[in-house]
């Protein structure tokens, strides 16, 4: 057997979007600022693709801005409130604890430069309490940035209702909604988003391509010198064959959300199910509001990372949140934020399923992480020792 479920980290590529990619690889090549037809032709696929894109979101056209992905629209959307704002005196951001990194170390960088920051804490559901942001709120707040899903445990922020609070007292809001776009339906106008990040690899479109979201009216600050690419907004000659590719994989991706959705969270809940029957074990984050795909577990006395070792002799490609896969020796950010200790936070394993992904799939990844487990918590110390009484159980 062979299963990638990891579709958190990446997706593979549609067919939809290689085609779309194939004619300006291999023939149109111009450069879409030329004059000549040839780059007009390059122009016209970029200027349609900007047209399907907005479509998928509700937005209008010139409101969407192509970037490298979901890392840069996250750093353009924040420096952009942040500097604007602080022209008349506002340097306080409102976001939370589990942002993804391209958000926080964001952040981190604007409170070295003087701004103040409040991380508003999700609840041991991964959820953030309107009620919470409301009391943060400041004169002085020029921005509010609260992800839409997020990409460790899954779980769904209420974007509607924290964008409506934002519009009424007429902050900014924005969302990274990478692992949202192409998975659940998004409407930026009835949502009250001002600004949305998005990143073509997480739904099925080539890597290193994305795209920014910023309400008619909004400015933004480039973040790259150069050419008047973007409309000023972004230097540099445009991914012509990653955004037709995005495009495609997005229209696709859209299309079929509602059957794509139903699918997957009848195989997640099985997979939820079927682990949840490992003793010492529990779900991370909420178990209805979350992304339709995402299954993560904490489970007591062993190690991520040789969880996923294991599971990687059985064929079945899948993360944790915890350390050494990413360099570091702190576990996950987001799980401490929901709660869980250091060493139950270890033991944690993120399985994100395709939209390809079948009972027989689920059946398999049960059963091999049940194996996994078992033979891991056969020899180690910590285990030992809670069976033993010397250590408490948590989970
Ligand atoms: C993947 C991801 C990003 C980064 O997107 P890139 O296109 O890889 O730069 C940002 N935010 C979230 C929530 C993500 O899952």
């Given at each position: 057997m062979n299963i990638y479920a990891d579709n958190a980290a990446t997706t593979k590529m549609s067919k939809a979007a290689v085609n779309a990619m194939m004619p300006y690889i291999e023939?149109?090549?111009?450069?879409?600022?030329?004059?000549?037809s040839f780059g007009q032709r390059a122009k016209e696929a970029v200027e349609s693709a900007r047209e399907t894109i907005a479509g998928c979101i509700g937005?209008?056209?010139?409101?969407i801005l192509f970037t490298s992905g979901g890392s840069e629209a996250d750093n353009q959307a924040i420096l952009s409130a942040a500097y604007f704002g602080r022209k008349s005196g506002k340097m306080h951001i409102i976001s939370d604890t589990i942002e993804h990194h391209a958000v926080l170390h964001t952040l981190k960088k604007l409170e070295k430069e003087g701004f103040s920051v409040t991380y508003l804490p999700v609840h041991t559901d991964g959820i953030v309490r309107t009620e919470e942001l409301e009391a943060a709120?400041?004169?002085?707040?020029?921005l509010v940035t609260v992800m839409?899903?997020?990409?460790?445990?899954g779980t769904i922020q209420p974007i509607r209702e924290i964008g409506k609070i934002c519009r009424e007292r007429k902050i900014l809001f924005h969302t990274d909604a990478v692992q949202a776009v192409g998975h659940l339906p998004i409407d930026v106008e009835s949502e009250y988003i001002d600004m949305l990040s998005a990143s073509a690899h997480k739904f099925h479109g080539p890597k290193g391509t994305g795209f920014l979201y910023a309400r008619k009216g909004v400015r933004l600050t480039n973040l790259i010198e150069g050419g008047a690419q973007e409309r000023g907004r972004r230097a540099g000659t445009e991914n012509v064959p990653g955004i037709a590719g995005m495009s495609a994989a997005l229209a696709e991706s859209v299309q079929n959300i509602e059957a794509g959705q139903k699918h997957a969270a009848a195989l997640r809940d099985r997979l939820i199910a079927g682990l949840a029957e490992i003793p010492h074990s529990a779900l991370n984050g909420d178990p209805v509001k979350r992304l339709p795909s995402n299954v993560s577990f904490c489970f007591e006395g062993i190690e991520g990372e040789s969880l996923l070792l294991l599971l990687d002799d059985k064929g079945i490609c899948a993360s944790s949140g915890s350390a050494c896969t990413s360099?570091?020796?702190?576990?996950?950010h987001v799980l401490l934020a929901i709660g869980r200790v250091h060493d139950v936070a270890h033991g944690s394993l993120r399985l994100t399923l395709g939209d390809d992904a079948t009972n027989e799939d689920v059946d398999y990844i049960i059963k091999s992480v049940k194996e996994v487990v078992d033979y891991l918590r056969s020899f180690s110390p910590v285990w030992r020792d809670l069976c033993a009484g010397k250590a408490q159980f948590i989970l």
């Open positions: 023939e149109f090549y111009g450069n879409p600022s030329s004059l000549y937005a209008q056209r010139g409101e709120i400041r004169e002085d707040t020029c839409y899903a997020n990409n460790e445990i360099g570091s020796l702190d576990p996950s």
